[in-house]
């Protein structure tokens, strides 16, 4: 299973007058990062700025390569949400060396994942980062957004059923402590709960 991460801005379209914008890019996960069935996520020893962000994740139901984007619907059918866990301070100083970002995003047990619904549930929805009961971040992605992102993807990997494609948008830094409390809700239902130990 491959993990495709994106985060995109408003108006996004990765293809502008028929050329690729490279701009916009991707990254991938491991399997390893995820956690669930609500369980905690626990604060790793090796960071003291840790962030929170929500995204919206599609899960891949057929084989796909070079896929059009008017047919980018047909490969999936199922979304849920996540919640990335990024060390905040390891990536800037990365950054600041010009260093891969990969160790700062992609390590173990460091994205919460909710349970899967019927897709058009949660696209086009918004969605509600919570810490602690106070809503600290909203997020909207359509359908449109959706289709793009899974023909963009597949003109570079092939897609294989039950690969899942995590989408964000720029965000403000949502600072995380031990025994808070993280929940995803939309249409006042909560589809993810984790609590940082």
Known sequence: MKIFCIEVHENYNPVLDGQIDYSICFYL???TVLIKNSQPYYYPDFSKQITADVSLVL????LGKNIGERFAKLYYNEAS???AFTLSDVLNNLKQNDLSQDIARTYD???AIGNFVESNHLIGTTVSLKINDTVVRDLKIDDVTCNKIISYISEFYTL???DLVFISR???DNFIKIDDNIAV???DKTILTCRIK
């Open 81 to 83: 949400v996540a919640v």
């Open 185 to 187: 809700s939309y249409d």
């Open 160 to 162: 294989k059923i039950g």
């Open 170 to 172: 720029p965000s403000k």
């Open 109 to 111: 047990n460091s994205s």
């Open 29 to 31: 996960k491991p399997e």
């Open 59 to 62: 899960r891949i139901n057929r």
